[in-house]
């Protein structure tokens, strides 16, 4: 099996990229963020996001599954397929939150270590490299300004149909790049094996073209 581990900032193009370059060469992609944002969602209907306690109590009563169909990933809550309710900027913060809880992580780790054990992964998250496959063949650090990450992510948003406005997207990529590299568990940074991968001045079938060429030299 080939286990390939794909870090980075929020909004850097992680998923989309990996997604294509798993597609490419016929690996499973395996988007972690979507595990946190799970939980995140959960806490949230249970009115319990903003207390560490409460989330670790309630992780008793929840059951994460990924699924795949036709190489897609699925996320499932408790049984019910929720891929359609957890890319909200209110569930992107929560994920920022609960994933800086030691017993969340602790959760989630098993469930990806499985997969990546099964299967050829290409796996992208914070701390993929570093912690979940630190014996990853290939470990990839993709990144790209905050003011291009926050451009990509307002267009995103604004193609949705949501009124959100761009300083207040740039706000949000800096507050969570802020979280994620100054938290205490498992923070934001590359290892020392990484290939850093700047996709900043690339179209995103270049960002593509690139990870699958540093993919190959790791075969």
Known sequence: MMNVAID???GAGKSTISKGAAKE???IYVDTGA???TIALNAVRQGVIDNKDDVVKMLDDTDVK????NGVQCVYLNGEEVSAYIRTP???MGASKVSAIPKVREFLLDLQRDIAKKNNVIMDGRDIATVVLPNAECKIFLTASPECRAQRRYKELIEKGENVKYEDVLNDVN???YNDSHREIAPL???EESVIADTSEL???ESIALIVKIIKEHM
Do not use: H, N, Q, V
């Open 203 to 205: 179209t995103l079938d």
């Open 189 to 191: 940074k590359p290892s």
């Open 8 to 10: 980075g900032p929020a």
């Open 175 to 177: 507050e969570r790049d």
């Open 35 to 37: 595990l946190y944002r």
């Open 90 to 92: 209110e569930i992107s």
């Open 25 to 27: 060469l016929g690996f």
């Open 66 to 69: 990924l699924g795949f169909e």
